[in-house]
């Protein structure tokens, strides 16, 4: 599941590079969505479920609903995104039972083992992969991973 997992966030940092500092921000959709908006999302959201959620962390909530904010680079989010999976692969490699619950739950259920996790993060990653997929593409032409 984790060779997966990074198989699809390396689609994510691939997808975010090569850009302008205006093309990465680029809102595709009339939501407002950009590639850049979907890296910091995902670097919220992977602190949110691996970090603080299932380790248990005293770290603080990120609000994974907010787009970069104007002192905030690419290269700057690429970097927080990076650190935050690096953090997110330690706390998936120190676990030995893929069923045990984590520490506490981001809903109103019990805390989720590993494996659920795990299957959230690859389908949450793998759909903004997608969209980020459709925003390159209407940016610059570029199509595949």
């Known amino acids: 599941m984790l060779a997966f997992l990074d198989y699809l966030r390396d689609a994510v940092t691939a997808k975010a590079s090569g850009l302008s500092e205006k093309a990465v921000r680029t809102a595709g959709v009339p939501s407002g969505t950009s590639i850049l ?13 691996f970090t603080w959620s299932y380790a248990g962390a005293d770290a603080a909530l ?8 104007d002192d905030e680079t690419a290269v700057s989010l690429l970097a927080a995104y990076r650190r935050a999976i690096g953090q997110s692969n330690e706390i998936i490699r120190a676990c030995d039972d893929l069923g045990r619950p984590g520490a506490r739950s981001l809903r109103e259920t019990a805390p989720p083992s590993m494996r659920w996790v795990l299957v959230h993060m690859i389908e ?3 759909r903004h992969a997608g969209h980020a ?5 209407q ?6 991973r």
């Open 139 to 144: 940016i610059d032409g570029s199509v595949g």
């Open 62 to 69: 990120q609000d994974d609903e907010s787009g970069p904010a």
């Open 124 to 126: 949450e990653t793998a």
């Open 133 to 137: 997929d459709i925003l390159r593409e």
């Open 37 to 49: 908006g979907l890296v910091k999302h995902l670097t919220a959201v992977e602190h949110n479920w």
